[in-house]
């Protein structure tokens, strides 16, 4: 089973994920990214829905026009895990940095 990091892991991980927000009511982590235009938007969706599956880990995220955003938390394990850090850092790798 996967675990719920500590609050010195999250602190951790926040630290190395400058462009996050931690959303404490749910333990989770967010991230609103804005694009060119509808296109540009959809396509970073795809490449990250590639990466989810792989991963077997999926996002909660809406899309309105080129506007992205992602909530990252692990049901399984009742918030915020090392899989949400993981897949939050490929997430930044797809947006160059």
């Known amino acids: 089973m996967i675990e719920q990091l500590s609050e010195a892991e999250r602190a951790d991980a926040l630290d190395a ?51 992205v955003e992602i909530l990252l938390t692990t049901h399984d394990a009742g918030g915020l895990s090392s899989r949400d850090v993981e897949l939050a850092g490929a997430i930044d790798d797809i947006l160059g940095g």
């Open 17 to 67: 994920l400058p462009e996050w927000d931690f959303e404490e009511s749910r333990d989770a982590i967010t991230r609103t990214i804005v694009f060119t235009d509808f296109a540009e938007a959809f396509g970073f969706m795809t490449q990250v829905a590639l990466l989810a599956e792989r991963a077997d880990h999926h996002p909660e995220w809406k899309n309105v026009y080129n506007r």
